[in-house]
Nanobody
Framework: QVHLVESGGGSVQTGGSLRLSCVAS????????MGWFRQAPGKERERVAT????????TFADSVKGRFTLSQDPAKNTLYLQMDSLELSDTATYYC????????????????????WGQGTQVTVSA
């Protein structure tokens, strides 16, 4: 059974930082593309960042490049999303997701391949 649990959300002012964590069950983490997605009220879901936990390749949405970074602690089956220089537009519920399998290179697959999702964590950025 696959479990993903996010944490680390909260409220910050513009320019601030947050670090989100996603703890995955072991069987998930070592053979998967892991991703962070976000959805703001009234907006479509957006893919924020992904990491190939098998090969290490990362991708970032243009909207967060240079501000967000990914890191991982394989011993803890944990993926982190470090969010710096937060902007009002970053306000959303952030979800961790997994696409199981061994992939080469970056995780460029369709969002529908991410079949396992966490419950989400809220990030609110205020002026």
């Amino acid at each position: 059974q696959v479990h993903l649990v996010e944490s680390g959300g909260g409220s910050v002012q513009t320019g601030g930082s947050l670090r989100l964590s996603c703890v995955a069950s072991e069987s998930t983490y070592r053979r998967a593309c892991m991703g962070w997605f976000r959805q703001a009220p009234g907006k479509e879901r957006e893919r924020v960042a992904t990491l190939n936990t098998y090969g290490g390749a990362a991708t970032f949405a243009d909207s967060v490049k240079g501000r967000f970074t990914l890191s991982q602690d394989p011993a803890k089956n944990t993926l982190y999303l470090q969010m710096d220089s937060l902007e009002l537009s970053d306000t959303a519920t952030y979800y961790c997701a997994a696409a199981l399998g061994i992939y080469s290179g970056a995780c460029l697959m369709d969002d529908r391949k991410f079949t396992y999702w966490g419950q989400g964590t809220q990030v609110t950025v205020s002026a």
